[in-house]
């Protein structure tokens, strides 16, 4: 027999997996201290580096970097990090002047993340476009709803956010490991390094009687860059909590659910981590960024001005 309130819809394949990992949590894969401990120390030491260098420069961290949050410390989310290794005058570009247009995929994960909110905290969505006002409204969101009302004229856009809705049941019956959504990440390092993120479900951790569990929610295919923010939410709840999280995943729609490793990702994202701080230092001691042309320059708010891009 199904859950009152839900005769349709996606299946609870978040709630399954999450049981199934709790299980094994329970069968003996706590821990991972010494994993945190040794990321800790490696940002610490990046941190270090990263002081010494701006402090043979005359100090705090100023001028081309102002963007990245200065004047004392540099402060990298998963995103400026990606952008930083994908090319400098990329990252300095988003960071000064982020784009401003919400495009339909934007608004579409935007939507997703109600629907999935509602799941969690409400129950099922009945109208999904009324759903979106309602919360829009009682937010004060106007340019949001704004947005929704430009979308959806369209009737064929509507019917893509009944069918998110639709999928957004994936999420249903995880209550009982405490949900919170939309939580903040945060660690400092020496005083120089500062990184954040921004996760879309934490399941218990602490303050509740259940391991922690992060789930990414993305409304279209699962990327590698999906991927490098999840272990890096991983990473920032793992310096938090002291311990690694239980699980992780990916989830999408198009992708459905795509649990990771959890073991072994902490160093992973603190070398990348690493290697973004690198490339900001660079751009310090340059005076501004190394130019890396691509693929990206076709997304990149740079690209009007820049002598390298490549947007043929
Ligand atoms: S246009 Fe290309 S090379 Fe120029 S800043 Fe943007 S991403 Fe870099």
Known sequence: MGEPGYTSGAPPVVAEWVEQVLAGHVA????????????????????????????????VLTGPLDPFGGPGALVLGDASVGRLLTCGGLALG???????????????GRALDVFVSVVLFSGPVADAVGEL?????????????????????????????????????AFRGLQRWE????????????????????????????????????????????????RAQLRHYVLLASLRNGTLPAGAALW????????????GSLLAAAERIAAGASRAADILDRGGPVLRPGPHCRFCSSSPLCPEARVG
């Open 252 to 263: 999408s729609p198009v992708g459905g659910l795509e649990p990771m490793h959890v073991p």
């Open 133 to 169: 006002e309602a919360v829009f409204e009682a937010t004060g969101a106007a340019g949001d709803l704004e947005l929704l009302r430009g979308f959806t004229a369209d009737p064929s856009k509507s019917g893509e956010l009944a069918e998110l809705a639709a999928h957004a049941l």
């Open 179 to 226: 949900p919170r959504v939309e939580v903040g990440l945060g660690a400092r390092f020496a005083g120089v390094l500062e990184l954040r993120g921004r996760a879309d479900l934490v399941l218990g951790g602490p303050g509740t009687p259940h391991p922690c569990v992060l789930v990414e929610v993305k409304s279209g295919e699962l990327r590698d860059a999906h």
């Open 28 to 59: 003996g894969t706590r821990g991972g201290e010494a994993e945190v401990t040794a990321a800790r120390e490696h940002l610490g030491s990046v941190a270090e580096d990263l002081g010494s260098f701006t402090r043979a420069r005359g100090g």
């Open 94 to 108: 988003e960071a000064v002047d982020p784009p401003g247009e919400v495009t339909w995929p934007m608004f579409r």
